[in-house]
């Protein structure tokens, strides 16, 4: 079965797409950097952060190819934020060449509704539209996502995420609704000793793009590292592990770089 | 799946709420079979003290920012002290106060020796805390970040003086006016009075060590602005080699203290300068305290605990406080002190404990406003002197400091003459120098006094010495045996106590910052004409000649304000004489 641009598109959102958070700490947890989940906090109002990432990652039966994220944020007001993004690669279909293609432009917004008490969790939500600027592109996808984080064990920390994803323009045999959710995981290493280093893992699960596959499972781990006062580096590794057809990714391995200023 | 998005939204939504619900006022606890009343909760206590939003706001921008890095052991001895704060409000109410003293303390001291290279996030350190006191937290947070913006910026080599003083009032205006409610009011408070609620020193009684380790941060975090204040980016780094011996060597483990530092103890200049930062410092450090003795007081419930730190947010915030101005007496009103009077010479420093009963003036104060004074709701009388027996000695006047006893804070701490503008405009801030040893910082009134003071300290001091130049200081390092040097070239000093004797000190002792200053100064005061320009190192060696004969030990209401604190604490009062 051979998947359009938009289709592969529309997988990579389903993926990881854009998502922001707090880029400037490692504790901060953001899709993309480097797993898929969000924390349910947004900036601060009047910051701006920008986030990078690069890697490698191979499709089934396609071959290994880059793809890499760019994502700008803006805290536009008190517990909002607005994140415009993009997400170049170089990837090929099975049996076919690799090829560029610059990605959809995203822009998206982020809420978050309260503060983690002890007896609410943090609640917020991001809706993200993928403008379709990449090659072969048609339509406008959406995403909403849902998020909860809460406090899990002493320092730790869980994030659920729910998402919607629709995709406007299906081809045959397409879904045109693909929800998925994504249950996160956060601990800082080293306390109380050393303050620097957040480790990531997720496990999750999201409707396959065709209809007639089944359910995606998908897992990841990763580090978030703070090399600066306003810089994190990471990097994290996920994986499908079952369902799907073609849209069901190997591996994906990426490092990438969030900066605030 | 969809609905897992609108069911977690929707529950979002619903925690939202800005109702306000206060507990009924005066309610008594009983703990140590002892009764106490809780004190009664403001009638309109602002709903954002139960909000559950985030609304983090980002730092002010500047080239500043993080400047504190230029001198690394300062940068991780302040990351060092956001660990400790939080990982001490974590155990508290974890329930593991039983540890505090002991396991973490420990781990705390360990982080303070090998402390951080980058700012920990401390709701990081301390989410259980975060979850239960989300507005306290951040007004910590909020304060805490212009606390250290202003410390960056006076550590920055990219701002001359004269940018950094413009752009400190910036960052007090932008820590202010972002319509962020979680601020800490910049009017002098009335610390004896704070220091007096049924709650108030159960922490330092229960936890010595690690009160010791909260006030040792507290030092350092006021010491430093007269410690970086007008110096270069190499005297900062002498200055900090200094400084942080003290606060590792002594001023973390010091269990006798027997009230928090406070910035015009430690930085005077700067308090001098800029007294609503200081205040609003001084009472974010209060602000700690209470919260520290809150939490420490076994015989209220969680939810009185809550209600109590909520009132102490509500005391400290300028919407407590609105139409009041320092110098300002309203006594209490609805449960609050509006006692903005500030100490006479010093308007960075709020009311200290002085051995009369402060909270007997201010309860008197409210009386008379109960008996008829009409004051239209939240309206204030104009300043008023508060007119108890108790109020024969006025208690703005003197302050009593360990080792130093009681002190006019317009005085020069060497000589008792008045200081030049009479300490308390911030205008004339720098004309006074200081001379920084033992874990205080004095002014004085002249290079003279500066240098014989500094010989009188035990240990290591630090001069800073003004100039003809607002912006420009002659700051000068005395090392363990009295032997001064400097950095500076070309400085030239006058000394000629011919000209007048001891009471004109100010005029026939100064520094200059060339010959050419030297001689214009002379040129407009004649009277030096024969006057000799002396080196730095001929004024550096001139003999010390003691206590001035202008000097006079000042007498309080009693011999040590704290001695009854002290007691209680287990700890004796021999410290409030002067060495």
């Not at chain 1, 289709?7 to 958070?21: F, N």
């Not at chain 1, 379709?132 to 659920?160: A, C, E, N, V």
């Not at chain 2, 080239?63 to 956001?82: H, K, Q, S």
């Not at chain 2, 920055?156 to 820590?175: C, H, I, Q």
Request: neutral net charge; hydrophobic residues 40%.
């Amino acid at each position: 079965m051979k998947l359009s641009p938009l289709v592969v598109l529309g997988m990579l959102a389903t993926l990881g797409a854009i998502r922001p958070a707090l880029a400037v700490d490692h504790d901060n947890i953001d899709a993309d950097r480097p797993l898929d989940f969000d924390d349910a906090e947004t900036i601060a109002f009047r910051e701006r952060a920008s986030e990078v990432g690069a890697g490698l990652a191979q499709r089934r039966g396609g071959k290994l190819g880059l793809a890499s994220d760019v994502e700008y944020l803006y805290g536009f007001a008190k517990n909002w934020h607005l994140n415009l993004g993009v997400h170049p690669s170089l990837l090929g279909q099975e049996g076919q060449s690799r090829q560029f293609d610059v990605g959809d432009l995203a822009v998206g917004v982020q809420h978050n509704f309260n503060r983690e008490t002890t007896s609410t969790p943090a609640f917020g939500f991001r809706a993200d539209a993928y403008v379709p600027t990449g090659r072969g592109s048609r339509g406008t996808d959406f995403r909403l996502r849902g998020i909860m984080s809460r406090k899990f064990g002493r320092y730790g920390r869980l994030h659920l995420n729910a998402d919607l994803n629709v995709n406007n323009s299906p081809n045959a045999g397409e879904r045109r609704t693909l929800p998925g959710v994504l249950v996160g995981y956060s601990l800082p290493l080293g306390y109380p000793r050393r303050f620097d280093r957040t480790l990531v893992a997720q496990v999750g699960m999201r409707a396959a793009t065709m209809s007639g596959d089944s359910a995606i499972t998908n897992i990841g781990i990763g580090v978030r590292q703070q090399v600066a006062q306003r810089s994190v580096f990471d990097l994290g590794i996920k994986s499908d592990i079952a369902g799907g057809g073609n849209d069901r990714e190997r591996f994906r391995v990426i490092a990438g770089y969030s900066t605030s200023f | 799946m969809k609905y897992l998005f609108f069911a977690a939204a929707l529950a979002g939504i619903g925690f939202i709420s800005p109702v306000v619900a206060w507990a009924a006022p005066g309610t008594t606890a009983t703990g140590n079979n002892a009764v106490r009343e809780i004190p009664a909760l403001p009638a309109n206590m602002p709903a954002w003290l139960n909000s559950t939003k985030n609304n983090e706001i980002f730092y002010k921008r500047g080239a500043y920012n993080f400047a504190i890095t230029t001198i690394p052991e300062l940068n991780r001895d302040m990351n060092g002290v956001a660990v400790g704060h939080a990982l001490a409000y974590e155990a508290l109410v974890t329930g593991r106060e039983k540890s505090l003293e002991t396991t973490v303390w420990k781990q705390i001291d360990q982080v303070l020796k090998n402390a951080p290279r980058f700012m920990p996030s401390e709701k990081t350190l301390s989410p259980t805390f975060g979850q239960k006191y989300g507005v306290l937290e951040l007004v910590f947070d909020w304060t805490h970040v212009s606390h250290a913006q202003t410390i960056d910026l006076l550590s920055s080599p990219r701002f001359d003086n004269a940018a950094k003083d413009a752009e400190t009032e910036k960052v007090w205006d932008y820590y202010r006016n972002q319509g962020a409610p979680f601020t800490v009011t910049g009017l002098p408070m009335n610390m004896a009075w704070l220091d007096s609620q049924p709650y108030s020193q159960a922490f330092r009684r229960k936890y010595p060590k690690v009160n010791a380790l909260f006030w040792g941060y507290h030092w350092l975090q006021t010491s430093i602005y007269d410690g970086l204040r007008e110096k270069t980016p190499a005297e900062q780094k002498k200055m900090y080699a200094l400084l942080g011996k003290r606060y590792h060597d002594v001023e973390l483990y010091d269990t006798k203290r027997p009230f928090m530092p406070m910035m015009a103890e430690t930085s005077p200049l700067f308090s001098a300068k800029y007294p609503d930062i200081a205040n609003a410092f001084d009472n974010l450090h209060m602000l700690h305290d209470m919260v520290n003795d809150i939490l420490a007081s076994d015989w209220m419930t969680d939810k009185q605990k809550s209600e109590q730190i909520k009132r102490a947010v509500y005391m400290m915030s300028p919407n407590a406080h609105k139409g009041c101005k320092p110098g300002e007496n309203h006594g209490v009103i609805d449960g609050i002190s509006h006692d903005h009077r500030f100490m006479v010479g010093m308007p960075g420093m709020g009311i200290m404990k002085n051995g009369i009963n402060n909270a007997a003036q201010l309860a008197n104060l409210e009386m008379k406003r109960h008996e008829g004074m009409n004051m239209g709701g939240m309206a204030m009388h104009s300043a008023a002197p508060s007119t108890a027996k108790a109020e024969e000695f006025d208690p703005t006047r003197l302050m009593w400091m360990p080792k130093m006893g009681w002190m006019d804070m317009s005085q020069c701490h060497h000589c008792t003459m008045p200081l030049t503008g009479g300490g308390d405009n911030p205008l004339s801030a720098w004309q006074n120098s200081t001379v920084s040893a033992e874990g205080w910082t004095m002014r004085v009134r002249c290079a003279l006094c500066a240098r014989d003071m500094s010989a009188e300290a035990k240990g290591g001091a630090i001069l800073s010495l003004s100039t003809e130049d607002p912006h420009k200081r002659v700051i000068v390092f005395s090392d363990d045996r009295g032997n001064l040097t400097t950095d500076y070239k070309g400085a030239v000093f006058l000394e000629d106590e011919e000209k007048g004797g001891h009471p004109k000190c100010s005029q026939w002792s100064q520094a200059f910052t060339s010959r050419a200053a030297f001689d214009a100064y002379v040129a407009k005061n004649p009277k030096f004409k024969d006057s000799k320009p002396l080196s730095f190192e001929e004024w550096a060696n001139v003999e010390a000649e003691g206590t001035p004969d202008t000097y006079e030990q000042e007498k309080g209401p009693v011999e040590n304000p704290y001695a009854a604190d002290l007691k209680a604490r287990g700890i004796g009062t021999d410290e409030g004489e002067k060495p």
